[in-house]
């Protein structure tokens, strides 16, 4: 088999007009708008001809771009179609791609990308709304940082797109499963909770994992069938799309809610009365247990917007803490350093250390470890939420969200702005 690439002309590239910009989790946008069969060739032209680059500078034999491109996709519409065209291109360009045989959550591409030292390219728009559709890289176990993402929109439209006619396909639905079950306690949780577990797959790409990790009778799993308007909602785990975990909770009279979006590495949680249980309470549940339970020593870090509960929690356990920039990639890199142990986000992202784990937020794997608190501690999510709330302090969060219909060129500079307008103090209290 042969390849070829060639240089763009001025006249194509003046053609392509369809800026690529990747935000703080990759490149996002409508379907049949933005995000286009031609668009994805073009990014995946840029992945190619940035690895090459970079595999020229940094000339060895084993490093994170050495091995096979592994390339994923969600259960949106589409997805696999393209997916399989960036694999096309990728093949052309001689990256030795490898297309998933199956929809898996993103962080089994993370996971792959660290097993095989290569670079992951995952076809999502997360929690986005259906009619979206995005991209995602992925290198050495974690999201690719803001040097990475740069370098590849500096390649956009320098090298035409190019298509192999054939590429390898290959499923690690079971080298992901393992991988989930080497790091949860599944026989303390299938011997100490009896009473019904809901799981919300939200029609995404984690549907059906949880029955193959746990192999459990009590576990009942509801929006698990493929469907890409995802039931009419966001498939986004937050208190306004989670209506029918919180019934599926009250019906089956269940132990807890546990929810994923829909490429499942975030989590939600709903407690056994049905109440849903913020982010800005389940982190601190989180990092209680680890330290008081687990006997984890090391830094927290979190995403400024994810409240005060966690920095009480380190101060009076004696704990290194420390706020990052909103977007998960900033608190994993500290953890992949080596220099934190336990990670959170404000949109439902958590990540810890563990040994042949990977510094990425797993939705599937916190649901585990929520199983597990509960099965160690005996408690419910009220009574561990409890817990938290009478020793470090009530939480009151509420997220509004509002659209802006005209993009902002450059963001730093309208928060900036949008800062200097907010007031000091409201209902009489300082605004920190």
């Not at 259960?75 to 179609?81: E, N």
Request: glycine share 8%.
């Amino acid at each position: 088999m042969s390849y070829a690439c060639r240089m763009i002309t001025d006249g194509e590239a003046n053609n392509m007009v369809d800026p690529i910009k990747f935000g703080t989790d990759g490149w996002r946008g409508v379907i049949a708008r933005d995000f286009t069969f031609q668009n994805c060739r073009r990014v995946a032209q840029a992945i190619a001809d940035y690895v090459k680059e970079e595999k020229l500078k940094h000339k060895g034999p084993k490093g994170p771009l050495s091995g096979p491109m592994v390339i994923g996709y969600d259960k949106r519409f589409q997805s696999d179609a393209f997916a399989r065209e960036i694999a096309k291109v990728l093949e052309a360009n001689q990256m030795n791609p490898i297309l998933m045989e199956e929809a898996l959550p993103t962080p089994a591409i993370s996971f792959m990308t660290k097993k095989l030292s290569g670079v992951g390219v995952m076809v999502t728009a997360s929690h986005n709304p259906p009619s979206y559709n995005g991209v995602k890289i992925k290198i050495d176990g974690r999201a690719a940082l803001d040097e990475v993402t740069k370098g590849i929109e500096s390649w956009v439209d320098r090298t035409a797109p190019t298509r192999a006619a054939e590429i390898k396909t290959k499923s690690y639905r079971d080298a992901y499963l393992q991988y989930l079950k080497a790091r949860a306690d599944l026989p303390k949780i299938k011997s100490k909770l009896k009473k019904p577990i809901v799981i919300d797959y939200m029609h995404g790409a984690g549907s059906g994992l949880m029955a193959d990790v746990l192999k459990a009778k009590n576990l009942v799993e509801i929006r698990a069938k493929h469907d890409p308007m995802f039931g009419g909602v966001h498939p986004e785990p937050i208190e306004q799309y989670l209506g029918a975990l919180t019934e599926a909770v009250k019906k089956n009279k269940a132990a807890v809610g546990l929810a994923l979006d829909g490429d499942a590495d975030r989590f939600g949680l709903m407690d056994e009365n049905g109440k849903y249980l913020t982010p800005c309470q389940v982190f601190p549940m989180i990092v209680l247990y680890l330290i008081e339970k687990k006997k984890f020593k090391g830094k927290i870090v979190q995403s400024v917007s994810l409240g005060y509960l966690a920095e009480r929690i380190a101060k009076e356990k004696g704990v290194a803490f420390e706020q990052l920039p909103v977007g998960f990639k900033y608190v994993a890199e500290r953890l992949a350093m080596g220099e934190a142990d336990i990670a959170g986000e404000e949109s439902g992202g958590y990540a810890w250390a563990n040994k042949g784990g990977i510094a990425e937020r797993d939705g599937m794997l916190t649901a585990l470890l929520f199983l597990e608190m509960m099965a160690v501690t005996g408690k419910t999510p009220s009574q561990l939420w409890k817990e938290v709330e009478s020793r470090f302090g009530a939480s009151y969060y509420k997220r509004i969200d509002y659209r802006i219909h005209k993009a902002v060129a450059d963001k730093a500079l309208w928060t900036q702005k949008l800062t200097k307008k907010l007031p000091k103090k409201l209902l009489g209290t300082p605004i920190k």
